[in-house]
């Protein structure tokens, strides 16, 4: 019993070294951190010479003048007592709604003698305060710096000669910054892997060359022209333009390239087949907003996964890509004029047309769709009604056959179901006679069904109804097999 009180009384969180102490406060907000300071003398030296520091002036209940006064007693008790020590990270939110801050200049001074590696700037308030001379000059010579982030600051021109020989990552948001600087800036990194420029202002164009950069992330500058020149090692590309007005984009060769998004962009059909074609390692494509696409052919022997939605002029898709596991479109009746993708193929399809005027021609398009997406592997669809799907019996007959090859399907409905749960489900089996799995939701009434078919109960209603499950199973694999032989051919020619 004795043993056992001595070893409840053992302070097991003092025994911890300090680099551990260091790691669990770096997890924490400055002000979260800052309060151990009051468990003992050891934890009030531990906060004021941890390597990572966390300024949130926007999440925490402090008025801003005592989070102020927070912010200048620690880099008093820093300077004084461990200025020698480096500071790894520094992280600062704050608002400046009157300039910038003079005890945010201060504190970054500082970090960046100590070598600083990961510096965060980030400006919440209203106007966005230019980042004074003698600070600029500093952050942009900064040898140390490998990953520099700076939200809602004006940055004006720098008299300096820019370097920054270690920086790796670099976002810019919200920024104001001419074309000569972000040149400079850029041309000063030469080892940068990862750009992010989101919401620029005073930009007109956007030049682009450099032989490391890996990721590019280009969103919503307004009324510029961008063109990337040279980038052979580029990984991931993503462009969305103003929705207004849009953007001029300018595209070279990629050579290693596997994830393309172009949103809000003014890209013809004839750039969108050049990007795959120069690009065959690509792995991922993400097509929105895109209002100047008619007639789409997507042709890629790596592409696994394809999104598209909302393409407003849109009328025609093909698909030729035999690796193609995820496919996803969004938006009205279109043409899928042929579908060549892996047997793997997950397919999700949101239709956002609700008008069926002519229920003729709405069937008609809704059968012309499911017989292309019919060999995926699951196919999911999501619409406003269960009418939307539910074919009438008079017009069953002039839409055969059924469509045998679908296994899997889920369905969503947004409007609530009503009495038409069951009709549904009959509907969808006489669409879809050799359904293994039939999911029905419906949110809106937390309406979920889950429904499971045995081999030998198909309902084969007419049309091809003596084919047999054997068949079917025959011919998707020589479908297959005419995939894999087509694009072994095309790369022996």
Same mark, same amino acid.
């Given at each position: 019993?004795?043993?056992?009180?001595?070893?409840?009384?053992?302070?097991?969180?003092?025994?911890?070294?300090?680099?551990?102490?260091?790691?669990?406060?770096?997890?924490?907000?400055?002000?979260?951190?800052?309060?151990?300071?009051?468990?003992?003398?050891?934890?009030?030296?531990?906060?004021?010479?941890?390597?990572?520091?966390?300024?949130?002036?926007?999440?925490?209940?402090?008025?801003?003048?005592?989070?102020?006064?927070?912010?200048?007693?620690?880099?008093?008790?820093?300077?004084?007592?461990?200025?020698?020590?480096?500071?790894?990270?520094?992280?600062?939110?704050?608002?400046?709604?009157?300039?910038?801050?003079?005890?945010?200049?201060?504190?970054?001074?500082?970090?960046?003698?100590?070598?600083?590696?990961?510096?965060?700037?980030?400006?919440?308030?209203?106007?966005?305060?230019?980042?004074?001379?003698?600070?600029?000059?500093?952050?942009?010579?900064?040898?140390?710096?490998?990953?520099?982030?700076?939200?809602?600051?004006?940055?004006?021109?720098?008299?300096?000669?820019?370097?920054?020989?270690?920086?790796?990552?670099?976002?810019?948001?919200?920024?104001?910054?001419?074309?000569?600087?972000?040149?400079?800036?850029?041309?000063?990194?030469?080892?940068?892997?990862?750009?992010?420029?989101?919401?620029?202002?005073?930009?007109?164009?956007?030049?682009?060359?450099?032989?490391?950069?890996?990721?590019?992330?280009?969103?919503?500058?307004?009324?510029?022209?961008?063109?990337?020149?040279?980038?052979?090692?580029?990984?991931?590309?993503?462009?969305?333009?103003?929705?207004?007005?849009?953007?001029?984009?300018?595209?070279?060769?990629?050579?290693?390239?596997?994830?393309?998004?172009?949103?809000?962009?003014?890209?013809?059909?004839?750039?969108?087949?050049?990007?795959?074609?120069?690009? @065959?390692? %690509?792995?991922? $494509?993400?097509?929105?907003?895109?209002? *100047?696409?008619?007639?789409?052919? /997507?042709? #890629? =022997?790596? !592409?696994?996964?394809?999104?598209?939605?909302?393409?407003?002029?849109?009328?025609?898709?093909?698909?030729?890509? @035999?690796? %193609?596991?995820? $496919?996803?479109?969004?938006?009205?009746? *279109?043409?899928?004029?042929?579908? /060549?993708? #892996? =047997?793997? !193929?997950?397919?999700?399809?949101?239709?956002?047309?609700?008008?069926?005027?002519?229920?003729?021609?709405?069937?008609?398009? %809704?059968?012309? $769709?499911?017989?292309?997406?019919?060999?995926?592997?699951?196919?999911?669809?999501?619409?406003?009604?269960? !009418?939307?799907?539910?074919?009438?019996?008079?017009?069953?007959?002039?839409?055969?056959?059924?469509?045998?090859?679908?296994?899997?399907?889920?369905?969503?409905?947004?409007?609530?179901?009503?009495?038409?749960?069951?009709?549904?489900?009959?509907?969808?089996?006489?669409?879809?006679?050799?359904?293994?799995?039939?999911?029905?939701?419906?949110?809106?009434?937390?309406?979920?069904?889950?429904?499971?078919?045995?081999?030998?109960?198909?309902?084969?209603?007419?049309?091809?109804?003596?084919?047999?499950?054997?068949?079917?199973?025959?011919?998707?694999?020589?479908?297959?097999?005419?995939?894999?032989?087509?694009?072994?051919?095309?790369?022996?020619?």
């Amino acid at each position: 019993m004795e043993a056992q009180k001595q070893f409840s009384n053992v302070d097991r969180i003092s025994e911890l070294p300090d680099s551990l102490c260091h790691h669990i406060l770096s997890f924490l907000s400055a002000i979260d951190a800052g309060g151990t300071v009051f468990l003992s003398r050891r934890w009030r030296s531990l906060w004021y010479s941890v390597p990572v520091y966390f300024f949130d002036g926007f999440f925490n209940s402090w008025s801003q003048p005592k989070f102020s006064m927070f912010f200048k007693e620690t880099l008093i008790c820093r300077q004084r007592y461990f200025n020698y020590l480096s500071i790894h990270k520094f992280r600062l939110r704050m608002k400046m709604s009157r300039g910038f801050d003079p005890s945010a200049l201060h504190w970054i001074l500082f970090a960046l003698k100590t070598n600083v590696k990961k510096l965060f700037i980030n400006n919440y308030g209203n106007n966005c305060p230019t980042i004074p001379s003698i600070l600029s000059d500093a952050i942009f010579t900064a040898r140390s710096i490998t990953k520099l982030d700076i939200v809602c600051l004006s940055i004006e021109e720098i008299s300096v000669s820019l370097s920054l020989p270690s920086l790796q990552k670099l976002s810019l948001s919200s920024t104001s910054i001419s074309d000569s600087t972000l040149q400079k800036l850029l041309s000063a990194c030469s080892v940068v892997r990862k750009v992010s420029l989101y919401s620029l202002c005073g930009l007109e164009k956007i030049k682009i060359s450099s032989e490391t950069l890996e990721e590019l992330t280009i969103s919503q500058c307004p009324d510029i022209e961008f063109f990337l020149d040279y980038a052979p090692n580029v990984k991931f590309f993503a462009f969305e333009a103003m929705r207004i007005g849009g953007n001029k984009i300018g595209i070279s060769v990629f050579r290693k390239l596997t994830t393309l998004t172009l949103i809000d962009a003014r890209v013809t059909d004839s750039m969108v087949a050049n990007l795959l074609f120069q690009n @065959p390692l %690509l792995e991922k $494509l993400v097509l929105v907003n895109c209002d *100047i696409i008619e007639k789409l052919l /997507i042709a #890629s =022997p790596n !592409l696994g996964s394809f999104s598209l939605r909302s393409c407003a002029s849109l009328v025609e898709v093909k698909i030729d890509a @035999p690796n %193609l596991q995820e $496919l996803e479109y969004r938006g009205e009746f *279109i043409t899928f004029s042929s579908v /060549i993708s #892996s =047997p793997l !193929l997950e397919a999700t399809i949101y239709l956002e047309d609700y008008s069926r005027s002519s229920l003729t021609i709405w069937y008609a398009k %809704l059968k012309d $769709l499911f017989e292309k997406l019919q060999y995926s592997k699951t196919l999911s669809v999501a619409c406003f009604e269960e !009418l939307d799907l539910i074919i009438p019996g008079k017009m069953r007959k002039s839409l055969l056959p059924q469509l045998h090859a679908l296994k899997h399907l889920k369905v969503e409905i947004n409007k609530p179901l009503g009495d038409n749960g069951g009709k549904l489900e009959k509907g969808l089996r006489w669409m879809f006679p050799c359904l293994r799995t039939l999911d029905i939701r419906c949110y809106q009434q937390n309406f979920e069904e889950h429904y499971e078919y045995k081999e030998d109960n198909h309902q084969l209603l007419g049309g091809n109804a003596g084919i047999s499950l054997v068949s079917i199973q025959f011919r998707e694999i020589i479908r297959w097999l005419f995939i894999k032989f087509r694009w072994l051919f095309i790369k022996l020619m």
